[in-house]
């Protein structure tokens, strides 16, 4: 089977959830230091379920596609069912064999979700895409 499946291509190519909420709960970015993927996660929890969620970022075919499919599965499920996903859920969503190497693109997004999910004190929230790196000072 193809590492880029015809799957992962498509949401490569036309990811689900890409772009940013205006007032999300939860903000939160994770980053991935070994291949430079980067993701922005905006969630908005309503009656202690996932009501919306967009992602904004960069990264390789295998983490944009998983972000999208994981996003997809998320919407409209309870905090407790998102948070007890496990990395053989995301494998499961990708459909093809993920290596050892390309376990952590394949898991960024389930990360940040996980993560955005624990965040107790929202009124942190940072509107400025953190992901951007600064222009230098010419």
């Not at 990811?15 to 709960?25: A, E, F, I, Q, V």
């Amino acid at each position: 089977m193809d590492l880029y499946s015809e799957k992962i291509l498509e949401h490569y190519r036309e990811p689900h959830h890409k772009g940013t909420l205006s007032k999300p709960t939860v903000r939160i970015v994770e980053y991935n230091p070994l291949c430079g993927d980067v993701v922005q996660l905006d969630v908005d929890i309503k009656n202690d379920r996932i009501h919306d969620i967009k992602f904004s970022g960069s990264g390789c075919a295998i983490s944009q596609a998983a972000i999208s499919l994981l996003l997809d599965a998320s919407i409209g499920k309870s905090k407790k069912a998102v948070s007890s996903l496990k990395p053989s859920d995301v494998f499961s969503l990708l459909e093809v064999p993920i290596s050892k190497a390309r376990e952590k693109c394949a898991l960024l997004g389930l990360t940040a979700l996980q993560k955005a999910l624990t965040i107790k004190d929202t009124s942190r929230i940072k509107t400025k895409k953190l992901w951007q790196r600064k222009k230098k000072k010419q």
